[in-house]
């Protein structure tokens, strides 16, 4: 049987890993993609670089 979870509970990645990652750790996002091993795009499109920089 699968959990229902509401979702106000919902947390998108990329703010979670800006928020909890990225900008207290004091890395560039680049930083943080070389270290989780994926590329700085795929950082961009799940949401973790700064808002000015996602593209629409």
Do not use: N, Q, Y
Request: aromatic content about 4%; glycine content about 6%.
């Amino acid at each position: 049987m699968a959990i229902k979870v509401h979702l106000s509970f919902a947390v998108h990645p990329g703010a979670w890993l800006r928020a909890e990652m990225v900008e207290p750790h004091g890395l560039s996002v680049t930083d943080a993609a070389a270290k989780l091993r994926v590329t700085r795009r795929a950082m961009a499109i799940c949401g973790a670089a700064a808002p000015a920089c996602r593209r629409k």
